[in-house]
């Protein structure tokens, strides 16, 4: 008799599961599940490592990895749910020991911390976020000299951005300008120049950005004995998401597991959205025959997410992509609902329209929880959230503006990093800057003075203070002495670089209070993680999310809406699914219509957007759309026509011209306008 877990999955997952596993601890051979939206990979995924663990495989080696840390949490709760079933109350300790479950970055990070010293890095590394990175990169351009003699030098953020498509793709300078960056093209010299210097400066503070996180473990994995003892400590390598891995990181894989044993990829090619980040659907397409004998390969088609309306329109959106290996998917999920091309006048009808649909399914018994609302880039969902913030409904917002953003959490997080690792220069440049009489010259000298010492916090604490800065340096040097690791001990550091940072914030902020209330905040979520460096290490790696409410703490008893950006919703879904701003201009993006493969990459986009929803789907189509050109007059807002992707007849259309009709309109208006503004200063306060 087998397990009740297997006789819930079709046949084709069943053999996926039960790929290899003689017993728990025979690994088998390379498995690639490559199928359509919905058709139940990421779930097969979990009961194959639930399958594993239940055959005795042991969870502390098993590697899983997948798109964010909340999905590897959400994965490990289904595990977990699996192994109860079948151990009882024992597996909950095996579930536990699954502690090898996050981002190909997270993962990474703490292989690098584990082997620091056998890679010649010092362990302490700190990591820079993106932001980090650029303003490293604008440190080092300034050094060079490049920006000032040279203006129309690249930006800091296109320097950044072909650094790391060149790292992560694999691919050298000149076709990264060539293919991805042609109006660079004349600065490559320059750009080889400062990218060493980059490089360098990084070594010499002892941080990684994010591409060092992978460039790193590669290079780890290019030692023989590191490879052997990295891949040999996990019987089982298993990746989700697949489609959305650039060269790099199929490089490490292959690496952890040369002849494929143990090893199980899961994606789906029409879903590949991050080639801006080089990903490529190469790896997916190319994974079978990198093993000999090849990987076996199980292709699923039935979709157990979505009704059949909903389906047929998004087959309809990808089955005119160029390039395509998996076939449209079938259900058996009738409705008599197609999914809704909503017409409406401009964004603020948009937001009203989706307000008063999401009332009405709330009043239907439908949980706020159940609904998400998805676009294209985070500014997208402005007017709904002022709409949401005057209506009182909770949200939370997904992939959009980050906790760690503002510059309160940022200042506080500096702290934390340079008593960790004084070496940091840009988290050293913000904090010093923050003591009065302190400038970016002196701050760059003092910072100079300790670059290369063996012991700079120390020197630090013997430099005299700089003029007028008095006891602002002396309270900021004792800080960091009692920031020194093992003093005060975790969590009570954050309540130490807190109690020294107060008094900075009431001088330099007006609204301090709402900002203080942020900090708490963040202390109540430094209590979550068991140190100082895992704490800075997954929060720079994986921020957590805006709420409505107190920005980075989940709602969790609350009932609330999703808003996510399209990217950000990957592999999850909803009962009900309202996509903003489906027209030319946005989906495909005005920005994005370049090439062949951007268009067909937009189409994607759309495809993965439409296949989050299970039971109701609502295209919006504005007229009137803000775009990030301008037509002849100068008005940011275009008239906008539908999506070229969207087919026509598999839609319901229907047309929202007036909305709302309760409030008398004038009164009605300058409330919206008024509350506008409030919200939105608010939240460029609560941001910067
Ligand atoms: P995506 O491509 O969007 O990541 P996916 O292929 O990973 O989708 P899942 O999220 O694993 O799909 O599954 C989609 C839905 O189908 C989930 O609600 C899941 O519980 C359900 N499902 C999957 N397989 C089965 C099955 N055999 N019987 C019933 N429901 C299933
Ligand atoms: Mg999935």
New binding site residues.
């Given amino acids: 008799m087998s397990a009740a877990y297997l006789e819930?999955?079709?046949e084709r997952?069943r053999s996926a599961v039960e790929h290899g596993v003689a017993s728990g601890v025979d690994s088998g051979g390379p498995l690639l599940i490559i199928?359509?939206?919905?058709?139940?990979?990421?779930?097969?995924?979990?009961h194959r490592v639930a399958h594993l663990i239940v055959n005795g495989a042991d969870p502390r080696r098993i590697l899983l990895m997948t798109f964010s840390r909340r999905a590897a949490a959400e994965m490990g709760r289904r595990v977990e749910r699996i192994c109860s079933q079948v151990l009882g109350a024992k597996a909950g300790s095996f579930s536990d020991a699954l502690a090898w479950a996050g981002t190909f970055h997270g993962i990474g990070a703490r292989l690098l911390r584990e082997h620091a010293t056998e890679i010649g890095i010092d362990p302490s590394f700190t990591i820079h976020d993106r932001e980090d990175s650029a303003d490293l990169m604008n440190i080092v351009r300034h050094e060079l000299g490049f920006s000032k003699t040279e203006s129309r030098f690249p930006t800091k953020a296109t320097c950044l951005a072909t650094y790391s498509r060149a790292v992560n793709a694999e691919q050298p300078l000149d076709e990264v300008l060539r293919d991805s960056f042609p109006w660079c093209s004349a600065w490559e010299k320059q750009l080889r120049e400062l990218f060493g210097a980059y490089v360098d400066a990084k070594q010499a503070q002892n941080v990684l950005d994010y591409d060092d996180l992978l460039l790193y473990w590669a290079q780890m994995m290019g030692d023989a004995v590191l490879a052997e003892e990295a891949g040999g400590r996990f019987d089982h390598v298993l990746v989700?998401?697949y489609q959305d891995t650039n060269r790099l990181q199929a490089s490490i894989l292959l690496a952890m597991k040369p002849e494929g044993r143990g090893l199980t990829v899961?994606g789906?090619d029409a879903?590949s959205i991050y080639s801006f980040r080089a990903a490529t659907v190469r790896n997916i397409l190319d994974f079978p025959a990198t093993f000999t004998p090849a990987a076996e390969v199980i292709t699923?088609d039935r979709?157990?997410?979505s009704t059949q309306p909903i389906l047929a329109a998004a087959n309809g959106v990808i089955e005119l992509a160029r390039e395509r290996f998996t076939k449209n998917l079938w259900t058996e999920r009738e409705s008599a609902e197609r999914p809704r091309l909503v017409t409406v006048r401009d964004e603020s009808v948009q937001a009203n329209y989706v307000v008063e649909q999401v009332l009405q399914n709330r009043e239907g018994g439908m949980l706020l929880k159940q609904q998400a609302v998805l676009f294209r880039t985070s500014h997208h969902s402005g007017s709904l959230e002022v709409e949401l913030t005057r209506r009182n409904i909770p949200f939370v917002k997904f992939g959009g503006l980050k906790f760690l953003d503002s510059a309160h959490v940022k200042d506080m997080l500096a702290a934390l990093r340079f008593a960790q690792n004084p070496r940091d220069r840009v988290a050293g440049f913000r904090l010093m800057q923050l003591l009065p009489g302190v400038g970016p010259q002196t701050a760059g000298r003092i910072l100079d003075a300790i670059a290369a010492d063996p012991e700079p916090l120390t020197t630090l604490s013997e430099i005299p203070a700089p003029p007028r800065s008095g006891n602002d340096w002396t309270s900021f040097v004792d800080m960091l002495e009692a920031l020194r690791p093992g003093r005060a001990g975790w969590p009570s550091e954050i309540g130490t670089a807190r109690n020294w940072y107060e008094p900075h914030l009431e001088r330099i902020h007006e609204d301090a209070e709402m900002r203080k209330a942020d900090l708490l905040q963040l202390e109540q979520i430094a209590t979550g993680y068991p140190s100082r460096e895992r704490f800075l290490t997954e929060l720079t790696l994986d921020p957590p999310d805006a709420t409505s409410d107190q920005a980075g703490v989940p709602l969790l008893d609350e009932d609330y809406l999703i808003l996510s950006t399209i990217h950000s919703a990957?592999?999850?879904?909803w009962k009900s699914v309202f996509v903003l701003n489906c027209v030319d201009g946005c989906i495909p993006s005005d920005l994005g219509v370049g090439s062949t493969a951007e268009i067909e990459e937009e189409r994607r986009l759309l495809y993965?957007a439409m296949?989050?929803a299970?039971d109701s789907l609502h295209l919006i189509t504005p007229q009137r759309f803000f775009t990030h050109g301008q037509n002849a007059q100068g008005d940011r807002h275009v008239y906008a026509s539908r999506s070229r992707f969207l087919p026509a007849t598999l839609l319901q259309f229907f047309e929202c011209s007036a909305w709302p009709v309760a409030a008398p309109a004038a009164a009605g208006q300058r409330d919206a306008q008024q509350m506008r503004v409030d919200v939105r200063a608010r939240m460029r306060g609560m941001w910067r």
């Fill in positions: 819930k999955l079709n997952q199928a359509g939206a919905g058709s139940g990979k990421t779930n097969t995924l979990a989700d998401e899961v789906d879903q699923l979709n157990y997410r990957k592999g999850q879904e993965v296949t989050r299970r």
